[in-house]
């Protein structure tokens, strides 16, 4: 069964800061998508990553895709209230459906 | 641009009750999903649809039945609730899989309570 791992769990930080999250796995995957959730709402797409190593920049948000294609992390730069969310990674599972990770919660506090 | 619309958005049954969860969507996407969202953790997906009179069981499909119809509506069924079943509730829609760059599109979520 392949399982994704997100890391931290949980993240409180100052508007201003820097942050990156993590999104581990043991399997290898074709592509992997990240989502924003806010409060209250449906997961939003952030970003699809397909090649190893690639690198896409959507404003101040970094995604990485390792070289294996084992592994993601999203990195926020210059933090702000209107980031705090639910940060999901996801993966093409069997049947052709969306398989997510737990999630890491994010909170950016002014 | 309404996108993925579900009803109702909050809703409160007794153990044993049943009800329908509905997903609609308007955008002739052929593949539509239902997942839930337990506190603190992320989706699991109970059943989905890759096309009109097609469905398939996900990773938690007991205690729920989907039918899909039409292909833009995909509406959830509840059958004698239990308190496992409190949770909140997505309905998702794609144009393509995963594999074919798909972006999966959520509606507002479906927040249930079984007491």
């Known amino acids: 069964t392949q399982l994704l791992e997100q890391s931290p769990q949980f993240l409180s930080i100052q508007e201003g800061e820097n942050l990156t999250v993590y999104c581990n796995s043991s399997?290898?995957?074709?592509?992997l998508q990240w989502y924003r959730q806010e409060p209250g709402e449906g997961p939003v797409l952030l970003v699809t990553?397909?090649?190893?190593?690639e690198v896409k920049k959507l404003k101040r948000l970094t995604f990485q895709f390792g070289d294996a294609r084992k592994d993601s992390s999203l990195h926020i730069t210059a933090a702000q209230p209107g980031d705090t969310g639910l940060y999901l990674c996801?993966?093409?599972?069997?049947?052709?459906?969306?398989?997510f990770g737990p999630g890491t919660r994010l909170s950016v506090l002014p | 641009n309404a996108g993925v619309t579900q009803t109702p958005k909050f809703r409160i049954l007794k153990i044993g009750q049943s009800m329908t969860l509905q997903c609609t969507q308007d955008?002739?996407?052929?593949?539509m999903y239902w997942y839930r969202q337990d506190p603190g953790m992320g989706l699991k997906l109970i059943y989905y649809?890759?096309?009109?009179?097609?469905?398939d069981k996900g990773e938690v499909p007991n205690g729920y039945n989907v039918s899909r119809s039409t292909t833009e509506d995909f509406p959830l069924r509840l059958e004698l609730a239990a308190p496992s079943q409190t949770s909140v509730y997505f309905c998702?829609?794609?144009?393509?899989?995963?594999?074919?760059?798909?972006?999966?599109?959520f509606g507002q979520g479906t927040r249930l309570t079984v007491v």
């Open positions: 998702a829609s794609s144009y393509s899989t995963f594999g074919g760059r798909g972006k999966a599109f």
């Open positions: 990553v397909v090649t190893g190593g």
């Open positions: 996801a993966f093409p599972g069997r049947g052709q459906n969306f398989v």
């Open positions: 649809s890759v096309g009109a009179g097609i469905t």
């Open positions: 399997s290898v995957f074709s592509s």
């Open positions: 955008m002739n996407h052929n593949y």
